[in-house]
């Protein structure tokens, strides 16, 4: 599971806000916040795939705690920042089960 730190640093990197993020993962602004100030990730499990999948979406990497080193994000690719700036193609069934 991602932790609020990796949300913030993902959007650091992509160089979005709060409120594009929570456009892009079809959440609202108040459950970035929310999610991002906790010192543990709380909340629904689809809201946290919806972030999860919209940064991934946009091109960042999630990369998982080990026995040496902590979680991290990185960016998948050089085109990856442009990519999250251009907005990410979402689908029908997206648009159609906003819950803000």
Not at 12 to 33: F, H, N, P
Not at 73 to 92: D, E, F, M, S, Y
């Amino acid at each position: 599971m991602i932790e609020a730190a990796q949300i913030r640093a993902a959007r650091g990197l992509l160089g979005v806000s709060q409120a594009q993020l929570s456009k892009l993962a079809l959440v609202s602004t108040t459950t970035i916040k929310r999610l991002e100030s906790a010192p543990y990730i709380r909340g629904s499990a689809e809201t946290l795939w919806k972030i999860e999948t919209a940064l991934e979406s946009a091109g960042v990497e999630f990369i998982p705690a080990d026995e040496s080193k902590g979680p991290g994000v990185r960016l998948k690719g050089r085109t990856a920042r442009k990519k999250a700036k251009g907005g990410v193609a979402r689908t029908k069934k997206q648009e159609k089960n906003r819950n803000w």
